[in-house]
């Protein structure tokens, strides 16, 4: 089985005129959408989604990966669960199309980085709803904060340590298409008009962008006050929204907005701490809901047995240790070159042994690697790791020697790989949470298989294979 969740959004500024090429800025929440993918002995499609009701995103996703990457037309379970309700307009739809496409792409072993998983997201969500800029599509893949163009014109991460709001929902939940469709028809009666309000909208989020980078959330929060007064000239807000917008800037609030196509759902406000708690009262008291959520949330992610918080060696180009970092750490940023090390097996006939990697890594879940392989923790050295790594993923150990050590890198890590020869014809004893199976390889079939994707390799097996002599 295969577990992925993806984050909710909350659109920060920039509402409608995104729609029409006009950039926005959007963060993701940590309230997460689960899609648990498994094959099972069956020739359809099963989907369950107790807690949504509609399934079309779903099913939609799932025709555009048949169609995208021929998977098969049955023969697999879905299931979703949300830790958010998809009453809040948080992004539901977008985020259990992400979380589906991924597990379907690991479920079969198609490898697809961000953009295209945006891609093909975006499609299936334009598929289902007829409209849509694709921010919160965007938010539930790259995590963070994000400023946003339509379509995926400009997807820019911003650094932000802190994002100080407070959300209220107004407990009506409103329908985004037709709000779009509502704006749409005001944009063809009063072309000029809507046209300059979008312009000025995208002026504020521009702005907006360079002070939140900056940390000045006191001209943020003047500077969603502008917006909110645009989207009331759009005739998007509603007398519920006003009213818990207006409590909120009473009690101090630097500025507030509506967040999403209006007409009801949520509110922010942007405060200092110490103004936070009679703001949410404030909007308790306007007939709002106070949403206890937090920005900057990881994107779409493999839910993993790995642990995220297990130190690694950090290391330059000439492998000179410059400090330790977290597992997640190393596997979120490109710059930080961490040690790992590998091991090709091959039995006394020359058979190379490769691993299928259990579906629950947090990298290369599915895909083909080499023999044995793993990360070099914080004391340790190259090979007493490779010996332990033997031992807990197979179940054997022999002696080894070096072939190369060489830096690899890819859409999300770089490693200092350390790459090792031995020699075993087993019995191996395999560690499930590490390897779904393990199987030996002849030198002239291997690379017909990985020409023709009957095996798909992780970028770092498939390196190691070409230094050991197996692939050219």
Not at 227 to 232: C, I, S
Not at 239 to 246: T, V
Request: net charge negative.
């Amino acid at each position: 089985m295969v577990s992925v969740t993806a984050p909710g959004k909350l659109l920060l500024m920039g509402e409608h005129a995104v729609v029409y090429g006009y950039p926005s800025l959007v963060t993701a929440i940590d309230e997460r959408l689960t899609v648990e993918a498994e094959k099972i002995v069956d020739s359809r499609v099963e989907v369950n989604a107790p807690q949504a009701g509609d399934t079309r995103f779903v099913d939609e996703s799932v025709r555009q990966a048949q169609r995208a990457w021929g998977i098969p037309g049955g023969g697999f379970r879905i299931n979703t669960q949300s830790t958010f309700s998809g009453k809040y307009g948080f992004g539901s739809s977008a985020a259990v199309t992400v979380a589906t496409l991924k597990a379907l792409a690991l479920l079969y072993q198609k490898d697809i980085d961000q953009r295209k998983l945006f891609d093909i997201s975006y499609k299936t969500v334009i598929a289902v709803q007829g409209v849509g800029s694709g921010f919160d599509v965007a938010a539930a893949i790259y995590g963070g904060t994000i400023y946003f163009v339509t379509g995926g014109k400009v997807i820019e991460p911003l650094k932000s340590n802190e994002l100080p709001f407070i959300v209220g929902y107004t407990g009506v939940k409103a329908d985004t298409t037709t709000l779009i469709k509502q704006v749409a028809e005001k944009k063809e009666k009063n072309p000029e008009k809507v046209e300059r309000i979008f312009q000025a909208i995208a002026k504020l989020v521009d702005e907006a962008k360079l002070r939140i980078l900056e940390g000045d959330w006191e001209r943020v929060g003047r500077l969603m006050d502008f917006n909110q007064e645009y989207l009331r000239d759009l005739g998007v807000s509603s007398e519920k929204l006003e009213a818990m917008i207006g409590a909120a800037k009473k009690a101090g609030a630097w500025g507030a907005k509506l967040s999403g196509a209006g007409g009801g759902d949520c509110m922010i406000a942007v405060a200092r701490s110490d103004k936070r708690e009679a703001i949410r009262k404030a909007i308790q008291e306007a007939g709002g809901e106070v949403i206890d959520v937090h920005p900057n949330a990881q994107g779409v992610r493999v839910e993993t047995t790995d642990d995220q918080g297990e130190v690694f060696i950090v290391v330059d180009k000439d492998d000179k240790v410059l400090g330790f970092r977290s597992r997640y750490d190393c596997h979120h940023d490109k710059s930080l070159i961490h040690r790992t090390v590998g091991a090709v097996i091959v039995d006394t006939k020359g058979n190379v042994l490769l691993q299928k990697r259990s579906s629950s890594k947090d990298t290369g879940a599915g895909l083909w690697g080499i023999s044995c392989a793993g990360h070099v923790r914080k004391g340790q050295v190259y090979e007493e790791t490779l010996h332990r790594e033997l031992q807990e993923e197979l179940g054997v150990d022999m002696p080894i020697s070096l072939i190369a050590k060489f830096v690899v890198q890819d859409d999300q890590e770089s490693e200092m790989a350390a790459l090792y020869r031995g020699v075993s014809n087993g019995p191996f004893r395999i560690n499930h949470e590490e390897v779904e199976c393990v199987e030996f390889f002849s030198p002239r079939e291997l690379p017909f298989k990985v020409a023709t994707k009957e095996i798909v390799l992780t970028k770092c097996a498939e390196i190691s294979l070409q230094k050991a002599g197996f692939l050219s």
